[in-house]
């Protein structure tokens, strides 16, 4: 399990941990938010899903998990900050 979190899990929730801490910088979610438990419970409900119910995982669930976590209002929520820039491809000669 060790080999499984160096490999997998640390990259992946650093990263995350990344996307939560710009989105605490901008106002889009409190300053107090606890990171590694809004990461468990994100996480936690879709391997619920998956792994135990078998419910789906749709394009609204990210929206209805914040709800249910107390962090949007409601449907027509927007967020403060503007998405990441992807990097730019590679030129080619």
Do not use: H, N
Not at 25 to 53: H, K, N, S, W
């Amino acid at each position: 399990m060790d080999a499984f979190r160096a490999a997998f899990l640390t990259e992946r929730r650093t990263s995350c941990a990344t996307l939560i801490q710009r989105g605490i910088a901008c106002g889009d979610l409190p300053g107090d938010t606890d990171i590694e438990l809004f990461m468990d419970a994100l996480a936690g409900a879709i391997f619920y899903r998956q792994l135990v119910t078998g419910l789906p995982i749709d394009d609204e669930l990210p929206d209805r998990l914040l709800r249910v976590l107390g962090l949007r209002p409601g449907s027509t929520w927007t967020p403060v900050c503007p998405p990441a820039a992807s990097p730019e491809p590679p030129r080619t000669p």
